[in-house]
């Protein structure tokens, strides 16, 4: 199983588990021979887990207009179908309709609840332009909280980035994704958000990528975020399992199906190159039990960067 992920020949992967380099589940393992399910279990060398053949992550920048839900009544075009894949996929936490930018799509249900359980506190930066100009009393309302009908929502960091007459940007760091939570927090101290535009989350940023564009991410970026996200409580997470945080049923429109195991040492299939991003999304899908209604979706090209200037008349 080493040699064929691509550690080496199978001598030297024999001598890799007779030394104490490898780890199963957390616990070495010297003895030839010793069976493991290599997607039921977790592997390690060198410290290093290998990646799961089954799993897969995406960088996508969303653009305006698509929704991170997999069931749409209304048939309006979803994250999913702008990244490739024929097994079920889902939007790591959520962006409203009308923001764009960072979201994150796999099929790793343990990856997902890292990223979006607020106890693993990993951090979403955001650009929010507004309509007028918060003053340093507001911006403190902002790290202190704002309530809402869920709960106290703040921000773990806030500063104003550039500002005009009549509108400004600010930059926010948040670590949960209450719904509409930066939308509902400014509305309540008098300022309409115009344009909402998420940059990074954890070490992950945009980078290059354009409105519509996506790229594989690969297994050290998804490590990354997987420590990055344990290092908040100091322990590892419950043993893993496939599909959504919290387990269940899989929702109307999800994709069902599987893969091949990948290329050595990259996570889950489909980069060609390592990193790069791919600008030609698949066509869109209506969602499941429902017949297409009228021609079907063309796919999405790349967009333009958004303008983020002065809005008319400032």
């Known amino acids: 199983m080493l040699a064929a992920a691509g550690l080496g020949s199978r001598r030297s992967c024999e001598e890799l588990i007779t030394t104490g380099r490898v780890e199963v589940d957390r616990k070495v393992v010297t003895e030839l021979g010793t069976r493991v399910d290599r997607l039921r279990q977790e592997i390690r060398v060198d410290g290093e887990r290998l990646p799961d053949?089954?799993?897969?992550?995406?960088?996508?920048?969303?653009?305006?207009?698509?929704?991170?839900?997999?069931?749409?009544?209304s048939g309006r075009p979803r994250v999913v179908d702008l990244v490739p894949g024929d097994q079920r996929l889902f939007a790591i936490g959520r962006l409203d309709r009308m923001s764009e930018g960072l979201i994150l799509v796999t099929n790793d249900g343990e990856l997902?609840?890292?990223?979006?359980?607020?106890?693993?506190?990993?951090?979403?930066?955001?650009?929010?332009?507004?309509?007028?100009?918060?003053?340093?009393?507001?911006i403190e309302k902002l790290r202190k909280g704002i309530q809402l009908a869920e709960g106290t929502a703040r921000a773990q960091n806030v500063h104003l980035k550039s500002q005009h007459k009549l509108s400004a940007v600010l930059e926010m760091v948040l670590d949960e994704g209450?719904?509409?939570?930066?939308?509902?927090?400014?509305?309540?101290?008098?300022?309409?958000?115009?344009?909402?535009k998420r940059v990074g989350v954890g070490k992950m940023t945009l980078g290059g990528l354009l409105p519509g564009q996506h790229r594989q991410l690969t297994w050290s970026e998804v490590e990354a975020l997987r420590k990055d996200a344990i290092s908040h409580v100091g322990s590892q997470p419950a043993p893993r399992g496939q599909g959504r945080p919290g387990g269940g049923r899989p929702r109307p429109g999800d994709r069902q199906g599987s893969r091949r195991p990948g290329p050595p040492r990259a996570f889950g299939r489909g980069a060609a190159r390592e990193g790069a991003p791919s600008g030609r999304p698949p066509a869109g899908r209506p969602p499941a039990g429902r017949p297409p209604a009228g021609p079907p979706r063309r796919p999405?090209?790349?967009?333009?960067?958004?303008?983020?200037?002065?809005q008319r008349g400032k």
């Open 53 to 73: 053949p089954r799993r897969v992550v995406y960088m996508l920048y969303k653009p305006v207009g698509v929704v991170t839900t997999n069931f749409d009544p």
């Open 112 to 138: 997902a609840n890292l990223l979006a359980h607020p106890r693993y506190g990993v951090e979403k930066k955001y650009l929010v332009q507004v309509a007028g100009v918060p003053t340093p009393e507001t």
């Open 178 to 196: 209450k719904n509409r939570e930066i939308r509902r927090m400014l509305a309540q101290l008098g300022h309409k958000v115009h344009q909402l």
């Open 300 to 310: 999405r090209k790349p967009g333009k960067a958004s303008a983020w200037r002065k």
